[in-house]
């Protein structure tokens, strides 16, 4: 996996904000930020509680299965 951009402490709480939104997709943020969503999903693992990751990730794939182009 290449190595993620350089990013500061506000990029990345804008890019836990928008991974958290159920709005806004993978693909948003990579176009934004320019790293891969295993790269957020890394990200996220770091600086999210373990059970609030896991919450999340459930989210994700939950409204992945309902929705095709969900994040």
């Known amino acids: 996996m290449p190595q993620p ?19 806004i997709g993978f693909s948003d943020i990579q176009k934004q930020h320019g790293i891969s969503p295993d790269q957020i999903k890394a990200l996220m693992r770091t600086h999210l509680k373990p059970g609030s990751y896991r919450s999340w990730r459930k989210r994700v794939r939950d409204f992945g299965d309902r929705r095709e182009h969900y994040k």
């Open 5 to 23: 951009p350089t990013l500061t402490q506000s990029q990345v709480s804008e890019i836990i904000e928008m991974a958290l939104s159920d709005h």
